[in-house]
């Protein structure tokens, strides 16, 4: 930097050296790959976990929590906008009317998958992005999605054994 400057004539000028703050470390902590995806599994698996047991606790606290930061740092770094959370509630209102309220699976639970994953997914997404990212992107979705899935149906096939548990889950 030195050497231009001097080759431009400014070698007496001043040097500031900007370096990321506290925020920018942090935004950059939850949009890395491997937190967000582990932010979608958390948050899926609580609001799962949260659906199938009767009243309002610790999974749907750590659910809601672990969503509203993922967004929040999608957000900051604008990837996700409010089409994107609004997909993703509107996906989770009908799969738990699946769940809780229509008998069978139909409509409502392949709409709200659909809106699920295209909601996590293009919150993902910048603008200018390769068929190749569009579909890496999708495959972390489905991949974190899959992942709280299992590890709902581990949790809630041997919660209700565990001494905490037989308070949480109506046998």
């Known amino acids: 930097i030195e050497e231009v400057l001097k080759h431009l004539g ?14 920018e470390n942090l935004v950059r902590f939850l949009t890395h ?4 995806s582990l932010l979608i599994t958390i948050g899926m698996l609580g609001i799962i976990l949260e659906i ?11 659910g809601i929590s672990s969503i509203a ?3 929040w740092g999608h957000w900051l770094v604008q990837l996700a906008g409010w089409e994107e959370i609004l997909l993703v509630c509107s996906g989770l209102l009908l799969l ?8 069978g699976f139909g409509v409502a639970g392949v709409l709200g998958i659909a809106a ?3 909601g996590l997914s293009l919150s993902l997404i910048g603008g200018g992005a390769t068929w190749d990212f569009i579909l890496r992107a999708l495959g972390r979705v489905i991949f974190s999605l899959l992942l709280a899935l299992v590890g709902s149906l ?6 209700p054994r565990l001494p905490f548990g037989r308070r949480l889950i109506l046998e």
Not at 10 to 23: D, F, I
Not at 96 to 103: D, K, Q, S, T
Not at 154 to 159: D, E
């Open 33 to 36: 790959p491997i937190v967000s």
């Open 69 to 71: 930061l993922f967004f």
């Open 154 to 159: 581990v949790l809630l096939r041997f919660l």
């Open 52 to 62: 199938r047991t009767p009243g309002f606790g610790v999974p749907g606290l750590l």
């Open 96 to 103: 738990a009317a699946e769940v809780l309220l229509i008998p």
């Open 116 to 118: 699920l994953l295209s």
């Open 10 to 23: 400014l070698s007496g000028a001043e040097v500031r050296r900007a370096s990321p703050n506290w925020a």
